[in-house]
């Protein structure tokens, strides 16, 4: 159940700075928490969280990805080739 955030503190990515921000879950008590994910780099955070976690302004420069360049990372854990018998 995903779908799209209005204008918050919570509409830009901390890690990559997207605006492709969805609400993933909110709390089974109205407005104690809510988990957001970011659609380009996949990163997830709650609410509650920390500054560092959640605010594009304070989240760490060396944690920090620019959207262009996840098309070029490598996938993890590589494919070995396959075994011949
Ligand atoms: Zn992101």
Redesign the pocket.
Known sequence: MSQTTPASPHSM??????T?VVVHATSPVAHVWTVYG?T????AWRSTEPEENTNPDRYPTVFK?A?ADLAHFAVVPTIPPLRRT
């Open positions: 990515c901390p890690r990559c700075r997207s492709t970011c380009t780099c996949f990163y990805l959207p």
